[in-house]
């Protein structure tokens, strides 16, 4: 059977949106993508950073930004003159509503959202090694690794009982409510500050020098609070720290038990919610610790499946 090619154009996505899942999927259905000028796509994919308001551009330099704000204004004009206009995705990884951005289908966090035309994909599946399902290409350069499945169904182990008991946070900024977090737990244990928030000559994180599981292998504890709280929103950071053998402690909403076992890691978001002046040192004792040594952070086994399958729907839509 010969391979069928899609146009693809991607306005405001990451930069390395090429090499991620949705793009990999597709072609693992059998679609060569090309990708090209929205004007001639058949399927464009707008991403977190595209918007209609000024800040649809923050990602360039603020020099180019008045150039490229014209452009995009002249592309959709041409779109609105096309005969058959073409099919519209949003794709967003951020902490966006599936509805950010009018499209004909949408990817994003957001939980019960009533539609065919929504496909919910927390961000921590993107960086799941899913080659025994036949998707290979994917990575995951900040971490310096692709997570396995087997490591986050198996229990976290003891090894962060054995390492020193410091935390890490990893970081490029230190906003609300990151920041109450932050000094809630140096209260109560030492927490080294890593990332381009403490490192000044560090410009982001696909520029540090150093790999994520590198750096938690030394730590007992994870701070990874997420950088916002709504409900369905769950990034990597939490299966990061438990890939590394960290206690993770983050700060997410109570919806989290959708993807992760609750048991697995420490919820600051809850324990504020009861009362950040009930806790001690001994509520970190050795007693407390152990019993996150024999939970597994995924208790169901998850699947691209269903994404697969909606995908292809949207392909099919696209080219035909």
């Excluded at 076992?261 to 009362?275: G, P, S, V």
Aim: net charge positive; aromatic share 10%; with cysteine.
């Amino acid at each position: 059977m010969s391979r069928k090619s899609i146009q693809i154009a991607c306005l405001g996505a990451p930069s390395d949106y090429h090499a991620g899942l949705v793009p990999l999927i597709i072609q693992s259905l059998g679609y060569k993508i090309e990708w090209t000028s929205a004007i001639q796509a058949d399927l464009v994919i707008y991403g977190s950073f595209y918007d209609v308001n000024a800040p649809r551009l923050r990602w360039l330099p603020r020099s180019w930004r008045k150039r490229a704000g014209a452009y995009l204004d002249v592309l959709e004009k041409e779109l609105a003159k096309r005969r058959i206009p073409p099919l519209t995705l949003f794709h967003t990884a951020e902490n966006l509503r599936h509805n950010h951005i009018k499209a004909d289908f949408a990817i994003s966090h957001d939980l019960n959202v009533q539609s065919e035309k929504h496909f919910r994909l927390p961000y921590w599946m993107e960086m799941v090694d899913w080659s025994h399902e036949g998707i290979v290409g994917n990575r995951n350069p900040r971490y310096g690794e692709l997570l396995k499945l087997e490591r986050l169904q198996a229990p976290l182990g003891d090894q962060f009982l054995k390492r020193d008991q410091k935390a890490v946070l990893i970081t490029s900024h230190l906003r609300e409510p990151r920041a109450t977090y932050y000094a809630a737990l140096k209260k109560l244990m030492p927490v080294d500050g890593m990332g381009p928030y403490f490192d000044k000559t560090i410009k982001d994180h696909h520029k540090s020098t150093y790999l994520k599981k590198d750096i938690l292998a030394n730590y007992a504890f994870n701070l990874c609070p997420e950088n916002g709280i709504h409900s369905g929103y769950v990034t990597e950071k939490i299966p990061e720290a438990f890939a590394a053998g960290c206690l993770p402690i983050t700060c997410v909403d109570g919806t989290v038990d959708v993807d992760f076992n609750r048991k697995a890691f420490i919820n600051l978001k809850e324990i504020a919610e009861e009362n950040f002046g009930l806790i001690g040192s001994q509520s970190f004792g050795y007693s407390f610790l152990k019993n996150f040594a024999e939970e597994p952070l995924l208790i169901k086994t998850p699947s691209v499946a269903l994404l697969k399958s909606f995908l292809h729907e949207i392909v099919l839509a696209g080219v035909t």
